[in-house]
C-alpha cells in the first residue's frame, strides 16, 4: 500500500487566497494613498498660509511705510504757498529730492480743481506738471478732508501705482490744494513674477490689481455690478484694460482651479483699501507626495507581506509532509497488523486442527487398540470369536460410532430442510434413543410436557442432538448419585419455546457455561467425553435463532434452558 505524498495546496484554495489578498492589498494601498494625501494636504495648505502671510506682511509693510507722508509734507510751509502761487520752480527740486530720497514715483501738488501745480518729475517727458487729476477719487477724498487712498493705472505714465494724498490748508484751516504721492508697485510686481510663486491681490471690486502672473492683472474675480463699472471709469482707475473675468473656480475654501488645474488656495486680507491677498499652491505636489509615500510604505509593506505568506506556505506544507508521513507510516502499521492478524487466524486454525487431531486420535486409538486386542484374542482362541467378544467388539463400535457422530456435525450442514417440528415429536425421538441408557443408569426421569404441541422452526435431527447432549450430560453427572432425578420439560412461554432439562447430579463446581462450552473442555474421563457436546449444543441453538442458559440448581444439579422462538412467531 503506498500514499502518494502529495504537498501542493489544491487549485481553487490557491486562487481565492491570491484574490483576498489582492484585495486586501488593494484596500491597504488605496486608503494609505488617501490617508497621506489628506496629510500631505493639510501640510500644503498651512505652507500655503504660510507663505500668504509672508506676502501679506511685505504688501501691508510697502503700503505703510508712506501712509503718513503727505499728511506731513501738506503742512510744509513751501508746499503750502506752494499751493497759492504760480510759479513753482523751487518746490518742484524740493519734491524730486524727496521723492528721490524716499524711493517714491512721484510726489505733486494740485490746486482745488485737480491741475497739478509742482511736481518731483517736473522734469521727465510725462510731467504730471499742468495735468488735471481731478477726476481721481483720491483727489475728490483729499480736498473733503480725508486722508485719499487709491490704486490705478497711471492716467499719465501708463505704469499702476498706489496713490495716497492730503489736504492742503491755509493756517486758517482752509484747503487750497492737494498734496499727492505715487508709489510705483511695479517693483513689488516684478518681486512677485521673478518669485516663482502664485500669488496676486485683488480690490475690493475684486479685479486683479498686483499678480506674480502678469496675464492675470486687472481681471475681475467676480462680475463687476454698473455702478461699479461705471465709478472704475469714472476714476479712470486702469486706462484702458478690458478687466475680463478671471478663469477659475473655487471647489472648497482651500481648493481652487485655474484653468484647468487645481490649486491648494489661501487668502487674506490686506491692512488697507479693502485688499485681498491670494496665494495658490499647486497640488500636484501633494498627489506627488501622497504617491511617493504610497510606494515606498506599499512596497515595504509588500515585501513584509510576501515574506509571511512565503514562510507560512512554508509552515504549512512542512505541516502538511508531516501528516503525509504520519499516516504513510500509519497505514504501514495497519498493513503490519492486517497481516499479524491473519497469520494469528491462520495459526489459531492450526492450533484447533492441531488439538482436534490430536483429540480424535486419542479418542479413536483407545477402541481401536482394544479391538485388535479382541481380535488378537480371538485368533489365539483359533479363530472363533464367541459371543462375549462380539459384544466387546459392538460396544468398541457404538463408542466409535459415538465419536464420528459428534465430528461429523463439524461438516456442512448441506441441505438439511427447515420445517416446522414441535418439541414433543423431538422429545419423542430422542427417547428411543435414550430409553434405555436412563434405565440402565436408573435414573428417574420426571417429564412435565405441555399438552399443546410447543412447535419451532427447525431442523428435527438438530434439534434432536441438542436433547441427546443435554440428557447424555445430565447422566453423566448423575453417574456417582445415590437417587438421581432427570427432569424434561416442554413448555411455552411470552412467544417462545422453552426445553429444560435439569438433573440433582454433581453440578458445575463453580464454572460457568461459558467456560464449559468451549470446545475441547471436559471432566470426563477420555473414551467418555471429546468436549464438544455443549459447543455443538449452543451452536445449534443458535441456528435457530435461541439461547441457551445454564445454573446450578437448589439440590446441587444443573439446569439447562433452551429458549427458541415460537414457530407462530416468526410466522
Ligand atoms: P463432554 O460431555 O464431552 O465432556 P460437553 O461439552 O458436553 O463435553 O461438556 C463439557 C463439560 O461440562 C463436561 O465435561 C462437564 O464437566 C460439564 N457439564 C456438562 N453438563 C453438565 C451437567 N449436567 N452437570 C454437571 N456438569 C456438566
Do not use: C
Not at 504513510?328 to 487466524?345: G, R
Not at 428417574?444 to 441438542?466: K, S, T, W
Amino acid at each position: 500500500m503506498s500514499a502518494e505524498l502529495d504537498t501542493t495546496i489544491p487549485e481553487t484554495a490557491r486562487r481565492s487566497v491570491v484574490v483576498v489578498l489582492i484585495a486586501i492589498a488593494v484596500v491597504a494601498v488605496s486608503s494609505l494613498f488617501f490617508v497621506s494625501l489628506s496629510y500631505f494636504k493639510s501640510v500644503e495648505i498651512e505652507e500655503a498660509e504660510s507663505r500668504l502671510s509672508l506676502y501679506a506682511r511685505s504688501l501691508n509693510e510697502t503700503i505703510e511705510r508712506f501712509q503718513h507722508l503727505p499728511s506731513v509734507l501738506s503742512r510744509y510751509p513751501i508746499v503750502i504757498a506752494g499751493a497759492a502761487a504760480t510759479s513753482n520752480r523751487r518746490l518742484n527740486e524740493q519734491l524730486a529730492s524727496f521723492s528721490e530720497e524716499a524711493g517714491l514715483e512721484a510726489i505733486y501738488l494740485m490746486d482745488r480743481t485737480g491741475l497739478v501745480l509742482a511736481a518731483s518729475n517736473f522734469n521727465a517727458p510725462q510731467t504730471f506738471v499742468g495735468q488735471n487729476y481731478g477726476f481721481r477719487p483720491y483727489f475728490k477724498n483729499a480736498l473733503e478732508g480725508e486722508r485719499g487712498q487709491f490704486f490705478g493705472i497711471g492716467a499719465t505714465t501708463g505704469r499702476p501705482g498706489y496713490f495716497v494724498s492730503e489736504a492742503v490748508r491755509t493756517p486758517l484751516g482752509e484747503v487750497t490744494g492737494v498734496i499727492a504721492i505715487k508709489l510705483d508697485m511695479s517693483e513689488l510686481q516684478k518681486a512677485w513674477e521673478e518669485g516663482g510663486e502664485r500669488v496676486f491681490v485683488s480690490n475690493r471690486d475684486g479685479v486683479i490689481v498686483l499678480s506674480s502672473n502678469p496675464e492675470w492683472l486687472y481681471q475681475t474675480l467676480s462680475e463687476l455690478s454698473a455702478n461699479q463699472q461705471a465709478a472704475i471709469a469714472a476714476g479712470k482707475q486702469f486706462g484702458n484694460e478690458p478687466l475680463l473675468a478671471f478663469d477659475w473656480e473655487q471647489a472648497s475654501p482651500t481648493t481652487v482651479s485655474v484653468g484647468d488645474q487645481e490649486f491648494i488656495y489661501a487668502s487674506t486680507r490686506a491692512k488697507r483699501l479693502g485688499w485681498n491677498v491670494h496665494y495658490l499652491l499647486d497640488n500636484r505636489r501633494g498627489y506627488e507626495r501622497a504617491a511617493l509615500t504610497t510606494i515606498i510604505f506599499g512596497g515595504v509593506l509588500s515585501v513584509l507581506l510576501a515574506f509571511a505568506t512565503f514562510q507560512r506556505s512554508v509552515r504549512i506544507k512542512a505541516a502538511l509532509r508531516a501528516s503525509q508521513a504520519d499516516r504513510a507510516q500509519l497505514l504501514a502499521a495497519n498493513a503490519e497488523i492486517n497481516l499479524a492478524q491473519k497469520e494469528l487466524a491462520r495459526r489459531s486454525k492450526l492450533a484447533a486442527l492441531g488439538q482436534l487431531s490430536a483429540s480424535v486420535t486419542h479418542e479413536l486409538g483407545q477402541p481401536i487398540s482394544a479391538m485388535r486386542n479382541y481380535l488378537t484374542a480371538a485368533e489365539l482362541d483359533g479363530d472363533r470369536m464367541s459371543g462375549k467378544t462380539l459384544d466387546k467388539l459392538s460396544a468398541v463400535v457404538s463408542r466409535m460410532e459415538n465419536i464420528t457422530r459428534q465430528l461429523r456435525f463439524f461438516t456442512k450442514p448441506g441441505d438439511e430442510a427447515l420445517e416446522i417440528v414441535s418439541l414433543q415429536d423431538v422429545l419423542a425421538g430422542v427417547m428411543t434413543l435414550m430409553e434405555h441408557d436412563v434405565e440402565e443408569a436408573q435414573v428417574h426421569l420426571e417429564q412435565d410436557i405441555a399438552a399443546r404441541p410447543v412447535r419451532v422452526f427447525g431442523n428435527r435431527l438438530r434439534l434432536e442432538q441438542v436433547l441427546v447432549n443435554l440428557m447424555r450430560n445430565a447422566l453423566a453427572a448423575l453417574e456417582t448419585i445415590e437417587a438421581p432425578v432427570l427432569s424434561v420439560s416442554i413448555r411455552e412461554d411470552a412467544g417462545r419455546a422453552i426445553l429444560r432439562i435439569s438433573d440433582n447430579g454433581i453440578g458445575f463446581g463453580g464454572r460457568e457455561l461459558q467456560q464449559m462450552q468451549e470446545p475441547f473442555h471436559t471432566t470426563r474421563a477420555s473414551g467418555d467425553g471429546m468436549g464438544l457436546g455443549l459447543s455443538i449444543t449452543a451452536e445449534i441453538v443458535k441456528e435457530h435463532s435461541g439461547f441457551l442458559t445454564a445454573h446450578q440448581n437448589e439440590k446441587g444439579g444443573a439446569d439447562f434452558e433452551v429458549s427458541i422462538p415460537l414457530a407462530e412467531e416468526i410466522a
